[in-house]
């Protein structure tokens, strides 16, 4: 029956990657270990085995600890829609839109949807380690807070901090997350760790013993970067950084402003003969592009306005007519037909749009989201495979009839008549690894990686290199 939650200093200090290596550690050293955050912000989910979604992140931790994802395990979820919205999911299900003023009225009411997550998954197992987000330093979020230093005083659970050591300033981080939380906050810090570092580790000796010594915190030790965090599902779209190529397939994602559930293109970035360019704003996709992906997303007629601000209607339009494929999925599917209807505003302000034009279908929004894992055959291929849905609206016209898949045999997604223009609702399908070497093999591409072990192998690794450089066993032994 305990616990153990790692905050940071700062966000996008590794927080997901500590506690997914420290949960693997956890598991090889005999323990039955869970992973816990109470509150993410993604667009990046995962439908859970319960039927609801979480953050993607949660369900790698959860692959770290040996176990099937649940909804337990991220009990809330703000999926932004705008700068200033988010749809909130609790346990696993939609619960509204809410602006950010509106949700920091909303946030002490689901304190106790959160314990009531946290203490199932405490009575469950041996071992829990929660994962916070942002920093406790945000002071001025603190009222109401559930993802940060409110959640651990209300569950009673020590605290360890995270400094970022490759963006410079770790010093004035941690010693300045001190001096301005309230000292009961404080008072739930039990040490800190230092992560990212590239060197000699030895050279930080004395910022080490000054950061000791100025906030009397106890340090867990100093973390070498990782240089194959790479190979693990991405939790931010610019995370997609496998070693660069010039050769092979020339894969492009248009990287959306709201892009969603990014980590599909994970698998096909580890491909040695596919080139994956993540393409950002104010770049025109290159004429050597041979598929241009149009990936999922949380607001699609905002998506579908933001793409054509870049331009690059004309450039896919030129890429279809110079023989080039395109393939979108879910939000990115729904841009490639010709009308998008949200009647009730789900997204944004009701409204029509006209898409891309480039497939024969029409979506319209409707309020039933559709949560469901799914086993389906690439009609193109033959091949099965594993996939999931996340998504509002429906699709329908002529090019149905033209299905990219079929799930329980019926037709999912659509084709235009040449074939090179494709649509799916299925995310997740290029980490099956037979449907990714049909695919690639269209394309005279030989898949060379298997996925999902060489995640397992990457996980192993982290935790060996968790082990190699903090005090884990004490780690473990500070949770009560």
């Known amino acids: 029956m305990t616990a153990l939650m790692i905050q940071g200093a700062g966000s996008n200090v590794g927080k997901s990657m500590l506690v997914a290596g420290l949960c693997r550690a956890a598991r090889a050293r005999g323990l039955r270990v869970a992973p816990f955050k109470p509150q993410n912000m993604s667009n990046n989910a995962a439908v859970t085995a319960d ?15 040996g176990l099937e994802p649940v909804t337990d395990m991220n009990p809330i979820l703000l999926k932004p829609e705008t700068d200033t919205g988010a749809q909130v999911i609790v346990q696993g299900k ?26 199932r998954l405490r009575e469950a197992h041996d071992l829990v380690i929660i994962e916070g987000a942002g920093s406790p330093a945000e ?5 109401g807070d559930i993802a940060n230093m409110g959640f651990a005083r209300a569950a009673d659970v020590p605290v360890v901090i995270a400094g970022d050591i490759d963006r410079g300033g770790v010093i004035a981080q ?23 570092f590239r060197g000699d580790p030895r050279l930080f000796d004395d910022g080490y013993r000054l950061i000791e010594a100025r906030t009397g915190w106890r340090g867990f030790g100093v973390l070498p970067w990782f240089a194959d965090a790479w190979r693990l599902p991405a939790e931010d779209a610019l995370d997609l950084q496998a070693p660069k190529s010039a050769r092979g397939l020339h894969v492009v994602c248009l990287c959306l402003s709201r892009i969603a559930n990014f980590d599909d293109l994970d698998p096909l970035a580890q491909e040695p003969d596919v080139r994956l360019t993540m393409l950002g704003r104010g770049q025109a996709i290159p004429g050597d592009a041979d598929i241009v992906i149009l990936p999922g997303t949380k607001s699609t007629r905002g998506d579908l306005a933001f793409l054509r601000a870049q331009g690059w209607d004309g450039d896919l339009a030129a890429h279809v007519r110079r ?7 879910c939000g990115g599917y729904q841009m490639l037909g010709r009308w998008i209807d949200d009647p009730h505003g789900l997204e944004g302000a009701a409204g029509r749009d006209r898409g891309l034009g480039l497939l024969e279908v029409e979506t319209v ?6 949560l469901s894992r799914v086993r389906a055959q690439h009609v193109a291929s033959g091949q099965e495979f ?19 898949a079929r799930v329980a045999g019926q037709p999912e997604g659509a084709r ?19 449907f990714r070497a049909a695919w690639l093999a269209g394309f005279g591409v030989t898949a060379q990686t298997g996925y999902a072990q060489g995640v397992e192998d990457t996980l192993d690794a982290l935790a060996a290199h968790v082990e190699a450089h903090l005090d884990v066993a004490e780690l473990i032994a500070l949770a009560r």
């Open 323 to 329: 023989g080039g494929h395109v393939l979108g999925i």
């Open 51 to 65: 039927g609801g979604e979480i953050g993607r992140a949660q369900a790698l931790q959860a692959l770290a600890c």
């Open 139 to 143: 002071v001025n979020l603190r009222a």
């Open 174 to 196: 941690l010693v300045g997350t001190q001096a301005v939380i309230d000292p009961a906050d404080a008072a739930m810090i039990a040490g800190f760790m230092i992560n990212k």
């Open 365 to 370: 929004m409707s309020p039933d989201k559709r």
């Open 94 to 119: 939609r619960l509204t839109t809410a602006r950010a003023r509106a949700y920091q009225a909303l946030k002490p009411r689901l304190m106790a949807a959160v314990l009531d997550s946290f203490n």
């Open 386 to 404: 594993s996939g999931y849905e996340i998504h509002l609206g429906r699709t329908e016209g002529p090019d149905r009839a033209r299905a990219f």
């Open 416 to 434: 235009d008549t040449t074939g090179r223009v494709e649509g799916s609702y299925l995310h997740g399908m290029f980490t099956d690894d037979g």
